[in-house]
């Protein structure tokens, strides 16, 4: 049974860094989608970042250049390093992943069976 835990989520000034970790438990798989979604109060998930398990990454318009989706040699922690943060940033963020190699359309929730159970970012002006 996969379970996913996220961590790193807290209030940080505009401006300011955060780094968000996922640990992934019980994914024996070769080949994998995982992905960072987000979730404020009243607004659908949207996706933020993928990273499939040939190395390549996706990352939404909204937070390109400002966020960068990575992970640890063993395969075992996803990561999600945020600069640049806006008050737009603040939600709920939640890493996913699929068995499937590049699902596409890649952001989309509806493609990623397992989630973690979130954490919150706050960004203050």
């Known amino acids: 049974q996969v379970q996913m835990v996220e961590s790193g989520g807290g209030s940080v000034q505009a401006g300011g860094s955060l780094r968000l970790s996922c640990a992934v438990y019980?994914?024996?798989?070769?080949?994998?989608?995982m992905a960072w979604f987000r979730q404020a109060p009243g607004k659908e998930r949207e996706g933020v970042a993928v990273?499939?398990?040939?190395?390549?990454?996706r990352v939404a318009d909204a937070v390109r250049g400002r966020f960068t989706i990575s992970q640890d040699n063993a395969k075992n922690n996803l990561y999600l390093q945020m600069n640049s943060l806006e008050t737009e940033d603040t939600s709920m963020y939640y890493c996913?992943?699929?068995?499937?190699?590049?699902?596409?359309?890649?952001?989309?929730?509806?493609?990623?069976?397992?989630w973690g159970q979130g954490t919150q970012v706050t960004v203050s002006s």
């Open positions: 019980g994914y024996t798989g070769s080949t994998y989608s």
């Open positions: 990273r499939f398990s040939d190395g390549r990454t």
């Open positions: 996913a992943a699929s068995s499937s190699y590049r699902v596409y359309p890649p952001l989309h929730r509806l493609r990623y069976p397992y």
